[in-house]
């Protein structure tokens, strides 16, 4: 097995702007369509989820993909209608106090993902739930992206997180994951992906390349903690010095009297 290495010459270094030109994509025919197919999913799985609080941390452009959910109390993070204008590597929430935190591609376009994901996770409380949306590297999508190592463009500028170590992070941070979806099985082409000739290609994509679509979206759920307080033996408060059966072995003429003798008067 291979060492990782000190100095990595070939990494991929992500510029500054990389959420606002993902932003943009999403808003090309081929970025609308790929919302699509997340809405799809998502119109799924959000009704099963019940609670009070929602977090959603994501593009600003495209907070109606989790209109479905029946919680009524959404936060959006840095975004035209929230509330907080926080930083998500730093929130300002209680931790083990929201139903359902909803990072939507936040994890492509963060420095520091594996943060990130603590933080998140940090603010869910017990039982609670976690949705990711992702791209997925292992895929046509991914293919394409090694082929395009050097493009400054988005999408391929983010990064492609496979859902597999993503899986290992959660079950560090005290997370089950319920379950993975995935869609999105065309080229990443809009001429290719709008094209009517090929809808057979995204058919049997999902019967045989199962969870090999161009995006993933992997639910978890917060484990809660079965550690039950050991209580402390209570103490007698009149404990005998010597035990009963010791103290009738030894002889009354022997024992010390702790009493003042009386002296008489003279």
Known sequence: MALPRLIKT?????????????????????????????????????????????????????????????????????????????????????????????????????????????????????????????????????????FLFRSKSAPWTSRFISPYRLSEWLDILGFDVVGCESAFYMPPSAGLATSSSLGWLDYLGSVWLNQRGGFYLLMAKKRVSCITPIRLRETRKNKAILPVAAASKIPAGSRRSNTIPFKKPD
């Open 10 to 146: 070939l990494g991929r270094s992500q510029p500054e702007n990389v959420k606002e030109s993902l932003s943009d994509w999403f808003d090309s025919p081929l970025g609308e369509l790929f919302i699509e197919k997340q809405k799809g999913i998502l119109e799924k799985v959000l009704p099963r989820i019940f609670g009070y609080h929602l977090i959603y941390s994501g593009l600003n452009s495209l907070t109606n993909i989790i209109e479905e959910s029946p919680i009524k109390h959404k936060v959006f993070l840095n975004c035209q209608n929230s509330r907080i204008n926080s930083d998500i590597h730093q929130l300002p929430i209680q931790s083990d106090s929201t139903d359902l935190v909803v990072l939507h591609h936040s994890l492509d376009f963060e420095r520091d993902p594996f943060q990130v994901l603590r933080e998140a996770t940090r603010v869910v409380l017990p039982n609670g739930n976690m949705l990711i949306i992702g791209f997925n590297p292992w895929s046509l999508w991914g293919l394409w992206r090694a």
